[in-house]
Nanobody, 121 residues
């Protein structure tokens, strides 16, 4: 089993920045891809960004140029640097991890508990 613990959520004004962190523990040798999903009230969970163990990244179009995902394999931690935040970025952000080369709903293997990000206008 793998445990994922997120931190770094909070409240920001539009245009501000936040950095989310997600630390993995447990059977981390099984993890290939880590990333972030988000879910706003009344909406489906959607992929924000992912990164493989070799550093290949994938971004949703709505965050390209604003968010950056990074991974520190020595610390088993993935980060999401969020810049130029918009009110529509408001959501619960979930860390995700999987043994495969990509994160694909609904078969993501491991989830964090989620962290709230709120962006005011």
């Amino acid at each position: 089993q793998v445990q994922l613990v997120e931190s770094g959520g909070g409240l920001r004004q539009a245009g501000g920045s936040l950095r989310l962190s997600c630390a993995a523990s447990g059977s981390i040798f099984s993890i290939t891809t880590m990333g972030w999903y988000r879910q706003a009230p009344g909406k489906q969970r959607e992929l924000v960004a992912s990164i493989t163990s070799t550093g290949s990244t994938n971004y949703a179009n709505f965050v390209k140029g604003r968010f950056t995902i990074a991974r520190d394999n020595t610390k088993n931690t993935v980060y999401l640097q969020m810049n130029s935040l918009k009110p529509e970025d408001t959501a619960v952000y979930y860390c995700a991890a999987d043994p495969r080369q990509e994160l694909v709903l609904p078969k993501v293997a491991y989830w964090g508990q989620g962290t709230q990000v709120t962006v005011s206008s």
